[in-house]
């Protein structure tokens, strides 16, 4: 395989982008990810922080660190994996996350691997999703996109501007992907609007350094709270309806319990 440092975004040429490298690599390493070369664009993309902008290739370290950024999102970055993770991984890499699904992982042909059966809504799931499970129960795992989605943030690409809730999609039997960025297209800088509360809470299995069970970011303007959360859909999940819509799965019950009391907290904690 090539490792390839194109001189601009155009010489890309079907090579997948790598910033960090701590999702690409271990995908790689497990045969997760297959392609001919790899394209290092950290000369290509923005990092840092200026205001409301914060360029994609900014280190979640970075973001945890600094005052300019709203609260939901320092804190979402603060709890994300370790601190050598966060010193390497961008903002970019971590919104493209691949499932943490066990059985995506070990390559199980489920609906995700383009195969016809969801294993772990048949299987075990207590990971797994409370919303929108039907067709795959993959829970998203980055607390940086819920916070996101609360605080309405954008993206700007070498192709467009879209809302971070655009940059999902949920998997269907005709396109499996969770993602709506198209081969090429390179993430450049998100935009995060100012909240004036802001606050994110996560549920984990260990007390650091892990994925969230449930994450709960909250952003109020005026008298308009917003919330968004992780681990409870295959996408992050702007709560627009009510909590009471949520379908669980026999194992993932609990997790209800949980975003129920995160949800409240959050509310209270920036009213
Ligand atoms: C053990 C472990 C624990 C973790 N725990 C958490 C956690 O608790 N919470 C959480 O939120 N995250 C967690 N993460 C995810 C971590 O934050 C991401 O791996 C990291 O942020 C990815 O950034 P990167 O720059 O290394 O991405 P890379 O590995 O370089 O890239 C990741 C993907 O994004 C694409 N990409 C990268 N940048 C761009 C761009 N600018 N435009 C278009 N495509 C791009 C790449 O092609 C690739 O598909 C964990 C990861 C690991 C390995
Ligand atoms: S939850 Fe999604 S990723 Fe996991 S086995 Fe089911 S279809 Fe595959």
């Not at 155009?10 to 997760?32: C, K, M, Q, S």
């Not at 999703?129 to 795992?141: Q, T």
């Amino acid at each position: 395989m090539e490792l390839l440092r194109p001189s601009s975004l155009e010489a890309l040429d079907g090579a997948t982008p790598i910033v960090g490298g701590t999702e690409v690599v271990p995908l790689l390493r497990e045969g997760l990810l297959a392609t001919d070369a790899l394209a290092d664009i950290r000369a290509l993309v923005p990092r840092g922080i200026d205001g409301a902008r914060v360029g994609a290739g900014t280190t979640l370290a970075e973001l945890e660190a600094d005052a300019q950024v709203p609260e939901a999102l320092r804190e979402a970055c603060r709890l994300a994996a370790s601190p050598q993770l966060r010193a390497m991984g961008s903002i970019g890499g971590n919104l493209l996350q691949a499932t943490r699904c066990w059985y995506w992982r070990l390559d199980y042909p489920c609906r995700l691997h383009d195969g016809d059966r969801c294993h772990a809504r048949e299987g075990e799931h207590r990971e797994h999703a409370i919303f929108a499970n039907d067709f795959c129960a993959s829970a998203h795992p980055s607390d940086v996109a819920a916070a996101l989605l609360a605080l309405g943030a954008t993206v700007r690409t070498n192709r467009r501007e879209l809302a971070v809730r655009e940059l999902y999609r949920l998997p269907s039997r005709d396109d499996r992907r969770t993602t709506t960025l198209e081969r090429g297209e390179v993430m450049l800088e998100l935009d995060v609007p100012p909240a004036d509360a802001s606050s994110y809470l996560k549920a984990m299995d260990r007390k650091r350094w892990s994925f969230p069970i449930v994450g709960v970011a909250a952003a109020r303007r005026g008298s308009v709270t917003t919330i968004a959360l992780a681990g409870v859909a295959p996408v992050p999940w702007l709560l627009d309806g009510s909590l009471d819509d949520a379908t669980p799965l026999p194992g993932t019950a609990y997790k209800l319990q949980i975003a129920r009391a995160l949800v409240e907290r959050a509310r209270s904690s920036v009213a």
